[in-house]
C-alpha cells in the first residue's frame, strides 16, 4: 500500500486549499482512506474518512460543512476539499488506510503516507 498526499501551502482564514492522495497498490473496496492531520504541539486526529459502506463519509466535529471528502476510484485519487479555512486547520495532513470501515481512530490507520503541510494565516 502507498499513499502519497499532495495540494498543501499557504491560505488566508476563510480561504479554500484541495488536497489530493494519490493511492496505489491496494483495492479501494478493502481499504477505509482516511486524512488525519496533526498541528505542532498536539497529538494527531482523524479529519475525515470514506469508506465503502453507504452510510457517508466520516467527518470530525470541527470541520462538519467546511470539509468534503470524495474519492475517484479510476484515478485512484483521494480528495479533501477544504473550504473556511480557519487558523486552527494549520497541521500537516496525511493520508493513510485502515482496515475496510471508518473508525475514526488515528490507531487504527495501519498505512501512511507522507504529509502535506497546510498553514492558514489569520
Known amino acids: 500500500v502507498q499513499l502519497q498526499a499532495s495540494g498543501g501551502g499557504l491560505v488566508q482564514a476563510g480561504g479554500s486549499l484541495k488536497l489530493s492522495c494519490a493511492a496505489s497498490?491496494?483495492?479501494?473496496?478493502?481499504?477505509?482512506i482516511g486524512w488525519v492531520r496533526q498541528a505542532p504541539g498536539k497529538e494527531r486526529e482523524v479529519v475525515s474518512c470514506?469508506?465503502?459502506?453507504?452510510?457517508?463519509?466520516y467527518y470530525k466535529d470541527a470541520v462538519k460543512g467546511r470539509f468534503t471528502i470524495s474519492w475517484d476510484k479510476a484515478k485512484r485519487i483521494v480528495y479533501l476539499q477544504m473550504n473556511s479555512l480557519k487558523a486552527e486547520d494549520t497541521a500537516a495532513y496525511s493520508c493513510?488506510?485502515?482496515?475496510?470501515?471508518?473508525?475514526?481512530?488515528?490507531?487504527?490507520?495501519?498505512?501512511w503516507g507522507r504529509g502535506t503541510l497546510v498553514t492558514v494565516s489569520s
Open positions: 497498490g491496494f483495492t479501494f473496496d478493502d481499504w477505509a
Open positions: 493513510a488506510a485502515e482496515d475496510k470501515w471508518c473508525s475514526g481512530k488515528v490507531s487504527m490507520y495501519r498505512h
Open positions: 470514506i469508506d465503502s459502506r453507504d452510510g457517508g463519509p
